[in-house]
C-alpha cells in the first residue's frame, strides 16, 4: 500500500477493488468513495478512455502488458503520468482484472525542461550580446563623424544612427534579462520578516492602482525565519503584477494575500489570489514555463523566475483558481530558523 507508484487493481467488470494512498492522493480522492465503484464512475474521461484503450487492445493481441504516457488534465492540475497495464489471469489464462500502476513523471519533467530552457536562455544571450557593443559603437562613430559634415536641417543621418544606438540597447536589455533567467543568483538566505516584506511591497502597489483592492492577513505568529528578502521581493512584485494585469482585463477587482504558519508541518504557506480574467485549463501546465505569455509585450519570464525562486528555497508553488472568478497562487516555504 506505501509505495510511491500509484497501483489500482480492477476485477473482471471494472470495479475498483484496491486503490492506494498514491493513486488516491494523485487523483484528489478518497478511498472510501473508490471501493467497490466501477472506474468509470470514478476517473476522468481522459483516463477511463485510456483504460478502455488498454482492454481494446489487449483482447485483440492478447499482450499482458501495456505501458504508455500519457498527459492528464486533474481538476486543479495537468500532470505527465507513466500508466503500465498488466493483465491479470487466473490458472486458466481467463481474464480476470488488471492491475494500474501509476508514476507520476511531472516534476521530472518539469525539471529537465527547466534546465533546457536556462540552457537556450544562456547561449542565446551571449550569442546576441556580442555583436551589440560594436554595432554600437560604429553608429556612435558614424554619428561623430559625419553628421557634422552634412548640411544643417538634413537629419536623416543621425536620426538613423540614433535609432540604431536605441533599438541596440533595447536589445541589450531584452538579453539581459535572457540571462538574469540563466544565471540567477543563488538564493542567500537571512532570518528575515516575511509579513513585513510582504506589506513592503504592497505598498508600492496601493496609490499606483486606485482600481484594485489590496488587503493582506499576516499570520501574527509568523516570526522571522530564513529566506533571501530580495528573492522574495521579486516573488512578491511578479506575482502582483501578473495579478494587476489580470484584473485590469476586467476592469477592476482585488488581490487578497495571506500568510501562515503551519507549526506541525513546520511550513510558511502564502496565498495570493485575485479575482481577475482567472487562467484556463489548458494554460496552468504552461505557466511556468519560461517564455510563455498571453501578453502582447510579456516577456513569459515571471513565473519561470518565481518558480525558480521558491525551488530555491526548497518550497512548492502551485496554482488554483479562486472562486467564483480570478486566479489564487499558493507557495509552500519550509520554516527555517536555523540553516539547514
Ligand atoms: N494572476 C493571474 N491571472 C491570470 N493569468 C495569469 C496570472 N498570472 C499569470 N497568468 C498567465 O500566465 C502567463 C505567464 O505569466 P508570467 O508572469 O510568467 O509572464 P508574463 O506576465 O506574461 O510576462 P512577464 O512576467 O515576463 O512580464 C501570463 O501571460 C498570463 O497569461
Ligand atoms: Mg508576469
Redesign the pocket.
Given at each position: 500500500k506505501n509505495v510511491n507508484a500509484g497501483v489500482i487493481t480492477l476485477d473482471r467488470s471494472g470495479k475498483i477493488i484496491t486503490i492506494n494512498e498514491t493513486a488516491v492522493t494523485l487523483f484528489g480522492l478518497r478511498e472510501e468513495d473508490c471501493l467497490n465503484k466501477n472506474y468509470r464512475e470514478i476517473f476522468t474521461s481522459e483516463l477511463i478512455r485510456k483504460i478502455r484503450f488498454f482492454l481494446r487492445n489487449q483482447e485483440r493481441t492478447r499482450q499482458d502488458l501495456e505501458s504508455r504516457e500519457i498527459e492528464l488534465s486533474l481538476p486543479d492540475r495537468n500532470v505527465h503520468l507513466a500508466i503500465s497495464f498488466t493483465r491479470l489471469n487466473d490458472e486458466q489464462n481467463n481474464y480476470i482484472g488488471m492491475l494500474i500502476i501509476i508514476n507520476d513523471l511531472t516534476e521530472i519533467i518539469n525539471a529537465q525542461k527547466a534546465v533546457a530552457w536556462r540552457e537556450v536562455a544562456r547561449r542565446i544571450a551571449h550569442e546576441i550580446k556580442n555583436p551589440l557593443t560594436p554595432i554600437a559603437l560604429s553608429a556612435e562613430r558614424i554619428q561623430r563623424k559625419y553628421a557634422s559634415l552634412l548640411q544643417e536641417g538634413d537629419k536623416v543621418l543621425s536620426s538613423c544612427t540614433s535609432t540604431i544606438i536605441k533599438q541596440v540597447s533595447a536589445l541589450k536589455q531584452l538579453v539581459n534579462?535572457f540571462s538574469n533567467f540563466a544565471r540567477m543568483p543563488q538564493a542567500k538566505p537571512t532570518m528575515q520578516d516575511l509579513n513585513e516584506v510582504i506589506s513592503e511591497t504592497l505598498n508600492l502597489y496601493r496609490h499606483a492602482r486606485p482600481d484594485c483592492d489590496f488587503s493582506f492577513q499576516p499570520d501574527e505568529n509568523l516570526v522571522p525565519f530564513l529566506f533571501d528578502q530580495e528573492q522574495m521581493k521579486r516573488v512578491m512584485t511578479?506575482?502582483v503584477?501578473?495579478?494587476l494585469?489580470?484584473?485590469k482585463s476586467v476592469g477592476g477587482g482585488s488581490i487578497n494575500i495571506t500568510t501562515k504558519l503551519d507549526k506541525s508541518l513546520q511550513i510558511v504557506i502564502i496565498e495570493?489570489c485575485?479575482t481577475?480574467?482567472?487562467?484556463s485549463q489548458q494554460?496552468k501546465s504552461?505557466?511556468?514555463?519560461?517564455y510563455?505569455?498571453?501578453?502582447q509585450?510579456?516577456?513569459?519570464?515571471?513565473?519561470?523566475?518565481?518558480k525558480t525562486i521558491v525551488q530555491d528555497h526548497r518550497g512548492f508553488i502551485r496554482?488554483k483558481d479562486n472562486h467564483p472568478r480570478?486566479?489564487c497562487?499558493i507557495i509552500e516555504l519550509p520554516f527555517n530558523l536555523e540553516a539547514p
Open positions: 534579462e511578479n506575482l503584477d501578473n495579478s494585469a489580470a484584473i495570493i485575485d481577475g480574467l482567472g487562467i494554460d504552461k505557466l511556468f514555463e519560461p510563455f505569455s498571453t501578453k509585450a510579456g516577456m513569459g519570464l515571471g513565473l519561470a523566475i518565481v496554482v480570478g486566479t497562487f
